[in-house]
């Protein structure tokens, strides 16, 4: 893919894990894909990592964060493609579930494709970069990137 195909194909995808249905990615994913999640800081008790495996541990990896984070904002902004990596950093603006509080945090994701399916997802974000002290309304959704 070139680069613009690659970051649309990209684009497109996390909208799908953002809000559409879990199962309805999986053809863009291989079936031995890897996603590794890393949101906040390992010194903080409120940190979350974990290595979701295969078709079944992606769709259980969406599902998981669905549950406890209401993504209210969520924007790509800058892009780096090097081979079969491409790596994303952007904005997003979340809502705790369980708690109701409110954060906003830059994040990073690399992306490794295989023959145009994704291999691996590696997503790290902050919870403690900038707490919301009240909440947000705004529109969800994959917000215009710098690349449109």
Known sequence: MIK????????SIMQDILYGNAEDILPNIEE?????ICI???LYTDSFAATFMGHSGVVNCINLTRQF?????????DYHHENNKMIVRGDLTCQMTATGSLWRS??????????DRIRKLRMFADFHAASLPEPISGKKGLENSTHH
Do not use: K, P, V
């Open 4 to 11: 613009r195909q690659c970051e649309d194909y990209i684009d």
């Open 40 to 42: 906040g800081n390992q």
């Open 106 to 115: 830059s994040w990073m994701q690399i992306w490794t494709l295989e023959e």
């Open 69 to 77: 984070l209401d993504i209210l904002n969520f924007s790509a902004t």
């Open 32 to 36: 031995n894909a890897e996603f590794h």
